[in-house]
Nanobody
Framework: QVQLVESGGDLVHPGGSLRLSCAAS????????MGWYRQAAGREREMVAI???????VYSDSVKGRFTISRDNAKNTVYLQMNSLRPEDTAVYYC??????????????WGRGTRVTVSS
């Protein structure tokens, strides 16, 4: 199995910054995509940012220009730098990883989520 451990969620004032981290571990052979999704209260989960190995990051329109996703492939870790946070960014943020086990069986794994609250 693949384990995803997220960290970095917190309470922050509007205009503030946070950095989320997500480390993947387990019997991983390769990782194709790592990304962040979020789910606000009463709403469906939505994509925030994803990064494909060797590809260009993709962002939702609502975070473009404010959030930056990056990866450390050697550590199987993905980061989300969030700047200029707004109250509407308040949500539980989930890490997602798509890849293959050492047995070459594909996986699509989710973390348990880390809560981000933007409030004055």
């Amino acid at each position: 199995q693949v384990q995803l451990v997220e960290s970095g969620g917190d309470l922050v004032h509007p205009g503030g910054s946070l950095r989320l981290s997500c480390a993947a571990s387990g019997s991983i052979f390769s990782i194709h995509t790592m990304g962040w999704y979020r789910q606000a209260a009463g709403r469906e989960r939505e994509m925030v940012a994803i990064i494909v190995t060797g590809g260009t990051p993709v962002y939702s329109d609502s975070v473009k220009g404010r959030f930056t996703i990056s990866r450390d492939n050697a550590k199987n870790t993905v980061y989300l730098q969030m700047n200029s946070l707004r109250p509407e960014d308040t949500a539980v943020y989930y890490c997602n990883t798509i890849g293959a086990y050492r047995t070459y069986v594909p996986f699509n794994a989710w973390g348990r989520g880390t809560r981000v609250t933007v409030s004055s």
